[in-house]
């Protein structure tokens, strides 16, 4: 990994093309060099879904599979989104799903790439194209899953654990925020972490 911060690029806005539409901006997207991240990195993986959409949901960079395939929750974490949004009630397919930051972050440790969370520069630098997908496609709520994106829609003091399954307005936004799909993977009392995850999904779907 280089290890020169976050802070010393420019971000991501010198590559965003002006009101352009979705796929002008993904494609546009593929080249972004705002933040360190691209160097390890194989590829940008944009959010996918309809556009516009009535919910979008924002998780927080893409893990070795997205890395891989160039797909938004495609791995394990996917999975679970999956199942979770059927047992919430919400389809897949009429989502639009994204990240609050493009590029996979990671170390290596033998042949395995462990996910790093993203740092507050990344987040920043990367923001821009999160708002650009928030304007073409018009959600009318924005799922937050976990505290980096919470933090990227809602800034940088924004406490998850306070305000969870609640929807707040942030610059015109609307915002629902809950954990993320990862943490209901690892959490020690699975059964438990599942059930509310698909009750704060049932909350926010109907907000
Ligand atoms: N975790 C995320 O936050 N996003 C993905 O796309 C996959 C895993
Ligand atoms: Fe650009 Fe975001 Fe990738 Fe950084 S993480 S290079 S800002 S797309």
């Given at each position: 990994m280089p290890s020169s911060p976050a802070s010393k690029t420019t971000g991501a806005a010198q590559f965003v093309p002006e009101g352009k539409n979705w796929a002008a901006l993904r494609a546009a997207a593929a080249g972004c060099r705002g933040c360190e991240l691209f160097h390890d990195a194989t590829q940008t993986v944009f959010g996918e879904g309809?556009?516009?959409?009535?919910l979008m949901m924002v998780g927080e960079c893409p893990g070795d599979h997205e890395d891989t395939e160039g797909h938004v929750f495609v791995g394990p974490a996917g999975r679970l989104l999956d199942k979770a949004l059927a047992d919430a009630g919400i389809k897949r397919e009429k989502t639009y799903l994204t990240n609050a930051v493009k590029h996979f972050r990671f170390v290596e440790r033998g042949k395995r790439r462990i996910h790093q969370q993203p740092r507050r520069g990344e987040v920043v630098a990367c923001f821009p194209w999160l708002r650009e997908e928030i304007r073409v496609v018009k959600p009318r709520l924005v799922v937050a899953l976990g505290a980096v994106a919470a933090k990227a829609l809602l800034g940088p003091s924004f406490k998850l654990t306070e305000h969870r399954g609640e929807v707040l307005e942030h610059e015109g936004v609307r915002v629902g925020v809950t954990v993320h799909p990862s943490a209901v993977v690892r959490a020690e009392n699975f059964t438990e972490a599942y059930e509310r995850f698909v009750a704060d999904l049932v909350v926010l779907k109907k907000s």
């Open positions: 309809p556009v516009p959409a009535r």
